[in-house]
């Protein structure tokens, strides 16, 4: 028979999944903060288990806890990371390669858009936390004040802070369809070598941005404007005639994939305003591209 209270427990891993991937940016850590917090769940006795009033809660305050400590500590391993570093990008359920466990997966929505990832990256490890518990996953500020270590005021603060950043950097939202059109057409145009097309796709302020992670060779800083990207990326196509580009949607978006001799070998998520391409992110880091080959 089936114990209800084990079923309860484990159904609760696809939040916390979804949870420690929006605080951390990264699925690898976030495997690793869910696979801790079991530990720390089942290290207890089986009375311990019963004085739980809430196991979701219990289960969430430790993996927002553990995820805290590691943003904290990201700051100092990211210094020491090669080039830039970029979220992990998470492809459509439909495109996991593996047949990955569909408690892994990441439920795609305005959230887990690499932009809005990228923005969390600029906050304080506190914010982020507060931010993601209270505005995407609707916790109280009670129960993130349980998380953070802070007063519910305080966390309420650091919410507000964190809101302010995201709102700043909104833009009118290009619909699905024409933001697929764009990207259709900027692979046509990257795979025709077509610089003239390609800077008519980018606005003249676009940014470019690679993650290699020092394990394959990407942009060491980011690149600014048109011609200079368009011309990049005509040179990268030129060096890796073989590679077939594919659509994809990155993190809940219209993106392209890069394939050599059947894996995956870069991942490219964009912005886009007003029918140009704004913001260019290629993850090319074997270790962040594993759901995908």
Not at 51 to 74: E, F, N
Not at 196 to 218: E, F, K
């Amino acid at each position: 028979m089936s114990d209800p209270a084990l079923s309860a427990v484990m159904s609760e891993r696809r939040q916390l999944i979804n949870l420690a991937y929006r605080l951390l940016g990264s699925l690898a850590d976030a495997e690793d903060v869910v696979q801790e917090t079991y530990a720390r769940w089942y290290a207890m006795s089986a009375r311990e288990q019963e004085a739980v009033a809430s196991p979701g809660a219990w289960l969430t305050t430790v993996a927002g806890r553990i995820c805290l400590d590691l943003l904290r500590s990201a700051r100092v391993r990211r210094e020491r990371y090669v080039g830039e570093w970029l979220p992990e990008p998470v492809p459509e359920h439909t495109e996991w390669a593996g047949g990955a466990d569909p408690a892994d997966r990441i439920t795609l929505d305005e959230s887990v858009t690499m932009a809005f990832l990228v923005v969390l990256e600029s906050m304080t490890p506190a914010e982020r936390v507060a931010f993601v518990l209270h505005d995407v996953f609707r916790y109280s500020f009670a129960e993130v004040a349980e998380v953070v270590g802070r007063t519910p005021a305080a966390c309420r603060q650091l919410a507000s802070s964190a809101r302010r950043r995201v709102t700043s950097l909104e833009v009118p939202a290009t619909p699905a369809a024409r933001r697929a059109e764009v990207v259709r057409d900027f692979k046509q145009a990257w795979q025709s070598a077509d610089i003239d097309a390609l800077v008519g796709l980018l606005d003249p302020s676009v940014t470019a941005v690679g993650d290699g992670g020092g394990l394959a060779s990407a942009l060491p800083h980011p690149v600014q404007g048109a011609e200079p990207i368009a011309r990049f990326f005509v040179e990268r196509m030129g060096a890796l005639p073989e590679a077939v580009l594919v659509e994809r949607t990155v993190n809940g978006q219209p993106g392209l994939a890069a394939r050599l001799n059947g894996r995956t070998v870069a991942v490219l998520a964009f912005d886009i305003t007003d029918d140009r391409i704004t913001r260019i992110w290629a993850v090319l880091n074997p270790e962040k591209l594993r759901p995908w080959t």
